[in-house]
């Protein structure tokens, strides 16, 4: 099983600047996408930012040019940087890490969450 560890968030004021990171961790025969996705109260998860073993990059156009998405493959970890937030970037984030695990002579897929980790831009 593959476990996911969120760290990072907390309150900023609008303008501000916040960076989440996320630790995969567990039976681990490597790791295709890692991603970053947010709900906010009253709306669906959406999509914020993804990247693929190799480094290609996906945002959502809500946050082009303000986030950055970096991963190391190395650790096994991925990382959010957060800059020029606003208040409508409050929600609770979460990491998301998909790829192939080992399982008993043999190797399975797996697609993981995190917890989740709360940001709020508010003055």
């Known amino acids: 099983q593959v476990q996911l560890v969120e760290s990072g968030g907390g309150l900023v004021q609008p303008g501000g600047s916040l960076r989440l990171s996320c630790a995969a961790s567990?039976?681990?025969?490597?790791?295709?996408?890692m991603g970053w996705y947010r709900q906010a109260p009253g709306k669906e998860r959406e999509l914020v930012a993804s990247i693929t073993r190799s480094g290609r990059t996906n945002y959502a156009d809500s946050v082009k040019g303000r986030f950055t998405i970096s991963r190391d493959n190395a650790k096994n970890t991925v990382d959010l940087q957060m800059n020029s937030l606003k208040p409508e970037d409050t929600a609770v984030y979460y990491c998301h890490a998909d790829g192939l695990e080992v399982a008993p002579q043999r190797v399975v897929d797996f697609s993981s969450w995190g917890q989740g980790t709360q940001v709020t831009v508010s003055s």
């Open positions: 567990g039976s681990i025969f490597n790791i295709n996408a």
